[in-house]
């Protein structure tokens, strides 16, 4: 059975940073990409970043792109995503997804989530 | 990148069917048959309805089914039944942002 745990989220200030970790099992984890989405409370999914099965093909929303960094460790089976200089917007829920393939970018197989709350 | 634009809601009677437009432009939808349907039920995660426009997991009932024509997507569900009531999300591919997220449609079952 495939299973998405993600953990790592939490209140933090403006500015600050912080790392998430999706942990990954029921499936060959190194044969396919990976994904972050989120979706702010009471609002809709938004498509964070991915990264390919070898870490050779990488991509971010335009919102994030130069503040958060995709990454995965395939011998730990591990996803992540480092996340700093953290906005209010920003503040979701961010749910790791598995592609259907290398880079297919239809996710087939979603955790339950971890709350990022940006607040002072 | 802009997100694509589906209509905020949509209802229908049990046995009805209904269809959930997605639209987007020449560097989306219009390009790629790379476009893809998730339900959500309130407080739970997403799920995969439809890939590649038209194609189903396996596991997902026959009643859903994805087309395209032009720079516009649609999701149709057959027999609406009570546990169809959900958000519906479109997604395609978008070259070099390169995913795209509509923002959503509230499916109501009379």
């Known amino acids: 059975e495939v299973q998405l745990v993600e953990s790592g989220g939490g209140l933090v200030q403006p500015g600050r940073s912080l790392r998430l970790s999706c942990a990954a099992s029921?499936?060959?984890?190194?044969?396919?990409?990976m994904h972050w989405v989120r979706q702010a409370p009471g609002k809709g999914l938004e498509w964070v970043s991915g990264?390919?099965?070898?870490?050779?093909?990488?991509g971010y929303a335009d919102s994030v792109k130069g503040r958060f960094t995709i990454s995965r460790d395939n011998a730990k089976n591990s996803l992540y995503l480092q996340m700093n200089s953290l906005r209010a917007e920003d503040t979701a829920l961010y749910y790791c997804?598995?592609?259907?393939?290398?880079?297919?970018?239809?996710?087939?197989?979603w955790g339950q989530g971890t709350l990022v709350t940006v607040s002072s | 990148q802009s997100a694509l634009t589906q209509p905020a809601s949509v209802s229908g009677s049990p046995g009805q069917s209904i269809t959930i437009s997605c639209t987007g432009t020449?560097?989306?939808?219009?390009?790629?048959?790379?476009v893809s349907w998730y339900q959500q039920h309130p407080g739970k995660a997403p799920k995969l309805m439809i890939y590649?426009?038209?194609k189903r997991p396996s596991g997902v009932s026959n009643r859903f089914s994805g087309s395209k024509s032009g720079n516009t997507a649609s999701l149709t569900i057959s027999g609406l039944q009570a546990e169809d009531e959900a958000d519906y999300y479109c997604c395609s591919y978008a070259g070099s942002s390169p995913v795209v997220f509509g923002g959503g449609t509230k499916l109501t079952v009379l």
């Open positions: 020449s560097s989306d939808v219009g390009s790629y048959n790379l």
């Open positions: 997804a598995k592609d259907m393939g290398m880079w297919e970018l239809h996710f087939d197989y």
């Open positions: 029921g499936f060959t984890f190194d044969d396919y990409a």
């Open positions: 990264i390919s099965w070898n870490s050779g093909s990488i």
């Open positions: 590649e426009v038209s």
